[in-house]
């Protein structure tokens, strides 16, 4: 038994320094990483099943002991397994808000593209173009007429606080 819980005791501080890779790791290889770490750890909990095994035969007197550097062992590993998900998840929800920022910044939001997409919509409900070079006219027109709105608005405005100061 002493033998393959030194190796499966060796086999988790080396699983420990990988895991300080992960971080450091860049994107091609950091899959690589993550998958002989999982590797690792599967391998480590077989170790445990044939341990716990080993230990149940053990002599009375170092049963209990050998029992709990099992489980001892088993916490380890499955610390070691979360932090391994843990990492996973983080990263996928990073790169999952990679892939939104670009689509984000992708998209382009000018008003002439909505005007586009509204007159072809008008082509389809079947308006004719006569019709269609009014309504494009008349937004033309309203343009004027509410800039001309805002600077007669700020033109009273000045000229109220001129005349009540």
Known sequence: MEPLYQQTHKQVHEI?????????????SLHLVENEIQASI???????????????????????????RVDQLKYDVQHLQTAL????????????QERQ???LLSRTFTTNG???????????????NTVM???EKRAFQDKYFMIGG????????????????
Do not use: W
Not at 85 to 96: C, I, K, L, S
Not at 114 to 128: E, Y
């Open 16 to 28: 420990q320094s990988h895991m300080g890779r992960l971080e450091t790791a860049d994107k091609q």
């Open 133 to 135: 070079r009014l309504i």
């Open 85 to 96: 998900r843990n990492f996973q998840q983080r990263r996928y929800a990073r790169e999952q």
């Open 42 to 68: 599967d391998q480590i909990f077989s170790h445990l099943e044939r341990l716990e095994i080993l230990s149940s035969k053990e002599p009375p007197n170092k049963r209990q002991n050998a029992k709990l």
């Open 101 to 103: 920022r670009e689509e």
């Open 150 to 165: 805002m600077l007669l608005t700020c033109v009273v405005m000045f000229l109220v606080v001129q005349y009540l100061t």
């Open 114 to 128: 909505t005007q586009k997409k509204i007159l072809d919509i008008a082509n389809m409900l079947g308006l004719s």
